[in-house]
């Protein structure tokens, strides 16, 4: 099995996209989540899993000041995301996101 370190970047966020799909035949862990706000107010942000028709919460209306950024995963926390999974990110303002993930297949 090969290990590989990846990540996925999406900008100008406004309505929920998903910011990560996870793939076949992989074991997926996310290592890092990085939202940042780039606007000049304050964005409201939520981050959802879905997995075969059930979506759960991950972070709801979390606010991201001005020019910040909203760290969720990194350090000890981490987010396994099994194929299919679809990792979605909801703002109310335009923000950027990086998904950084350790795939193993």
């Not at 606007?39 to 939520?46: D, H």
């Not at 194929?83 to 990110?89: H, N, V």
Request: hydrophobic residues 40%; aromatic residues 2%; proline residues 2%.
């Amino acid at each position: 099995m090969a290990n590989t370190f990846k990540s996925y970047l999406t900008s100008g966020v406004t309505t929920q996209t998903t910011i990560l799909t996870g793939p076949a035949l992989t074991q997926t862990t996310v290592i890092g989540l990085s939202i940042s706000n780039t606007t000049t107010g304050a964005a409201t942000v939520s981050v959802s899993l879905t997995r075969s028709g059930t979506t759960v919460s991950v972070i709801t209306n979390a606010t991201v000041p001005s020019a910040d950024t909203l760290i969720l995963y990194g350090g000890d926390q981490k987010l396994v995301v099994q194929a299919g999974d679809l990792l979605k990110l909801t703002s109310s303002a335009s923000v950027d996101a990086i998904v950084s993930v350790l795939e193993v297949a």
